[in-house]
């Protein structure tokens, strides 16, 4: 069975920095997986924020190029989110997907809340 585990949010002024972290319980290897991050303000649609494939290839929303940075470390079945130069639209619930291959389940996380505010 599949647990995904999100931590890392808060309150944070705009311009500031986060890390998000995700851990994942999946079996076999977690290197076969590939990670998502999705994001949901109130009122508006998931969005999909950011993705990194099992050979490390990463993708991102327009709206998160050149501030969030997706990693992962295999060896400890985790991802990190790294959010620099937050602004206020920023704001949303986290939300951490894993995915074994093309045709697997998509695993979530239960999710963590980001407030980007002065």
């Known amino acids: 069975q599949v647990q995904v585990v999100e931590s890392g949010g808060g309150l944070v002024q705009p311009g500031g920095s986060l890390r998000l972290s995700c851990v994942a319980s999946?079996?076999?290897?977690?290197?076969?997986?590939?990670v998502a991050w999705y994001r949901q303000a109130p009122g508006k649609q998931r969005e999909l924020v950011a993705h990194?494939?099992?050979?490390?290839?990463?993708d991102y929303a327009d709206s998160v190029q050149d501030r969030f940075t997706l990693s992962r470390d295999d060896a400890n079945n985790a991802a990190y989110l790294q959010m620099d130069n937050l602004k206020p639209g920023d704001t949303a619930t986290y939300f951490c997907?894993?995915?074994?291959?093309?045709?697997?389940?998509?695993?979530w996380g239960q999710g963590t809340r980001v407030t980007v505010s002065a």
């Open positions: 997907t894993v995915k074994a291959g093309q045709a697997g389940e998509r695993h």
């Open positions: 999946v079996p076999g290897k977690f290197d076969f997986y590939s």
């Open positions: 990194i494939t099992p050979s490390r290839i990463t």
